[in-house]
T-cell receptor, first 114, second 111 residues
């Protein structure tokens, strides 16, 4: 059973471009969480999705950021018109349920905006 | 607002000693609390989960306590080793089912 797969591992974008980050959860997991981490800082919750539904997006900026978890395929975190401040590591985690279950993390996507 | 506080200063200890990390939370009533380990450049890895009706949980050299009155969890690593050096994150699980983390405490175990 492969772990949580994130790709790409590293992504470089110029200011104004779009960034698409992909996350394939572990097999059988229907809950996905996205986090952002700046250097030397903690994990900041962005969004929580369950297949085809956004459950909680309270940590995601209202503009330029969107997330989806379609019935088929990976979860996508999309950042439009990237700015230098978007440079960070973005981690995805999955779990089989929402309660009393550990979350399994991917290795992250390191986004650099130049 | 909900807050999770972990000591932001690094904890330096000698190999073989017990490391104790603290997690305090406010405006939460978590049904359970999780601890994770994160190494540089990698995603967090789950270590332990403790429920609100459990006072203490052990796993090999790890021990976690959970005091819902004090709103605090303590994480202990006994007989620490240099390989235990990492950042440790606590995550009380509250309303909304989202998993929210404290800022983490970096542990450095010196040989």
């Amino acid at each position: 059973n492969a772990g949580v797969m994130q790709n790409p591992r590293h992504l470089v974008r110029r200011r104004g471009q779009e960034a698409r980050l992909r996350c394939s959860p572990m097999k059988g997991h229907s809950h996905v969480y996205w986090y952002r981490q700046l250097p030397e800082e903690g994990l900041k919750f962005m969004v929580y999705l369950q297949k085809e539904n956004i459950i909680d997006e309270s940590g995601m900026p209202k503009e330029r950021f969107s997330a989806e978890f379609p019935k088929e395929g990976p979860s996508i975190l999309r950042i439009q018109q990237v700015v230098r401040g978007d440079s960070a590591a973005y981690f995805c985690a999955s779990s089989p349920g929402s309660k009393n279950t550990e979350a399994f993390f991917g290795q992250g996507t390191r986004l650099t905006v130049v | 607002s909900q807050k999770i506080e972990q000591n932001s200063e690094a904890l330096n200890i000698q190999e073989g000693k017990t490391a104790t990390l603290t997690c305090n939370y406010t405006n939460y009533s978590p049904a359970y609390l999780q601890w994770y380990r994160q190494d540089p450049g990698r995603g967090p890895v789950f270590l332990l989960l403790i429920r609100e009706n459990e006072k203490e949980k052990r796993k090999e050299r790890l021990k976690v306590t959970f005091d819902t009155t004090l709103k605090q969890s303590l994480f202990h690593i006994t007989a620490s080793q240099p390989a235990d050096s990492a950042t440790y994150l606590c995550a009380p699980r509250g309303a909304g089912n989202m998993l929210t983390f404290g800022g983490g405490t970096r542990l450095m175990v010196k040989p």
